[in-house]
Structures are given as C-alpha cells and as structure tokens.
C-alpha cells in the first residue's frame, strides 16, 4: 500500500521557547510534527528571524523548512499546501487573506475574525478562490460531543425538552478579573477576543453542533469587573487595564428543533471546582456533564451521567476513547488533532469551515445586539 502524499503546512505562530500560551506550540506543533498526513514546509512569523528562531527550537529541517517574515511571502511559496494561522484574532484577517488570494486551502483558529464582517469576507474569498477551509472550533469532533449524538439519537432520554448550562471563567486566575499579559486584548470588545467569543463561544458552537441552531435568543452581558488585570506566566500582577467586555453572560431562547435553552456564564470559583454543568433534559431522563475546564478540549476529570427517570437510577457513562491521536498526544493537542484528521479525510460534517464560523460570527453578534435592549433576536443560520 503507497504511502499518502502529505499535506504540506505553513504555519504562522510558532514559538521559541516553552511559553503555554503559544497555542501553535501547544496544540497544532505536537500532531503536526508526528503524523505522514501532514509535513510543515514553512513557517512565517513577524519576522524571519523570528521563524528562524522557531525553526530552531522545534528542530525541523532547515534543509525542508523555510522561514519567512511576511505573509505575502509565504502565500507565494508554491511548495505550501495549506496555511495555518495560529496567532491572535486581531492578525487573523491579514494573515488569512494572501493565502486565500493565492489559492492556499487556509486553517484559522477561531474567531475567524475580529468581527462578522471580517468573518465574511474572507469566507467570501475563500468561495471565490474554491478553496477549502477550517476554522479552529475543536468542540465538535470532540469525544463528548460524539457521545452526546449517539445518546440522544438513540432515544435513550426521550425527547429532548430543554438544555441548561452554568459554566464559569475560573481559568482566569482561579475566579480573578485576570488574565496573562500577552492576553491583553481581552479587554476591549473592539479586538474580537474575549470570553464571549472565544470561551462561551466554542461551548455555545459546541451545543448548537449537538442540538440545533436557535430560532430566537435573548440576551444579558454585564461587566460587573472595570478593570481586568494582566499577569505574567507565574501569576505576579503586571498592570491593570480598564475593559468594556463582559463577565457574566446569560443566553436564553427556542432552538429550531423546540429545545428550551437557558447558559448563563460568570466570574467566580465554582464550589465543586467545574468550570462548566450541562444538561440536556428529555421526556425519559437527563444526561449531565460536568468539566474542570476548557469543554472543547475534552479536558481529563470531565465527567458524563445519564439519569433514567423511570427507574430512578443514575449511570456514569464512559465516553471517552484512547485511539492513536489520545494515547500519542498531549490532551490540548487531542481535539486539534482529530480537526486536523477530519479535514484530510473530506469529513466536512465534523469540523466547521470558514462559511460555518460566519453563521456562528452572526449568532454571537445578535446576542450582543439583543443585550442592548433586551429584545428576542433572530440571525441567519445558513450561509
């Protein structure tokens, strides 16, 4: 059996050194460097010396690897498959396009962009270039949520009635208006990255995946916190930034498929040290699942329970399952990977494209119009 010719990666984000933060490090470096399905060819930072850097603590092949400053110029490499953009949202928009413009197939992390109308655009080109694409929503090949699908097509809780969820921003600093440093742009809504869209909204992608888009959502968005603090990596307060964006989110209203939903999300230190409870509540029982952390990527301590109405019984339920992406990777990197192995695959149903992030730019952009005056909103749901 020939071996598959790999998909050949230019990458922009990549680090030099250990920083946590660096999500190309952390998630998109371990699988990318350990599969035949895929080979990284490039990388692009701000600078060349910057990915030269990069180059040289990850130890790729300079001989195979080159090293660029400018998104243009790797966009122009005709040895790049595709382009992976791991970096901020507010470069997403920059970076993205002169890969779309040469034809590159494009991976973005989410958000897409800073806004819908960004989001927009490059879904756009990319239609017009025909070129295929990904946006970083890892929720959905997640192991929950297969499991989840399974379970409530199966009619095992009946017919779905309603979902509820109280999740929480603990990781930022156990309950704290903080965050690290290089994070700073959480602080204006303007900048596209916050905990509305980035945390709430790959739980929110991850629930509307699993049960359908809403029909109407109503909304309230406070910031009860002015300020929001900026740490360094060993959590020593650094400065403190005025912010407009929110800190407690509550989301209500009808999904398409006559499911009552009801998130709300805060700034606190949850008493049994989960970030997020979700239910999702039938005519014959209720499934629960509980997270220490981050629901999207199928953090380890994650916990699922079906509840049998009928017998009174209660079930924890094994969702998880070790294949060569779980038993090879570290768990950040698992999801990524499984979005990574979706897209080689043409398995478009399992990972979200740049014209699914617009449907999800547009429902995130009703909830924050809705909160203005409290009215019902509607958005468009199809591309």
Known sequence: MSTPTPIRIGLIGAGAGSDPYNWANTAHMPYLTNTPHYKIVALCNSSVTSAQAALAYHKLDPAIVKTYGSPEDLAGDANVDMVVVSVNVGKHYALAKPALEAGKDVYVEWPLGVSRAEAEELAELAREKRVRTVVGLQMRPSAVVTKIKEVVSSGRIGRVLSTTARGTFMGYASGKNAIVEKAEYFAEMKNGGNVLTIDFGHFIDGLIFTLGEFENVQSVLVSQYPELELHDVQGNLVKTLPKDTPDHIAVQGTLKTGIVASINYRLAKPLDGNSLCWLISG??????????????????????????????????????????????????????????????????????SFEDSVVRHRFLEAVIEGSKDGKRMKYKDTY
């Not at 981050?294 to 399952?321: H, M, T």
């Not at 698992?334 to 080689?344: G, H, K, S, T």
């Open 283 to 352: 005519t014959d029982g209720e499934i629960e699942l509980t997270f220490p952390w981050a629901p999207e990527l199928d953090p380890p301590g994650a916990k699922f329970q079906i509840s049998n109405f009928a017998e009174g019984k209660v079930e924890d339920v094994e969702f998880d399952y070790v294949d060569e992406i779980k038993s090879s990777l570290p768990s950040m990197a698992v999801n990524i990977a499984r979005v990574y192995e979706a897209f080689r695959k043409g398995e478009t149903e399992i990972y979200a």
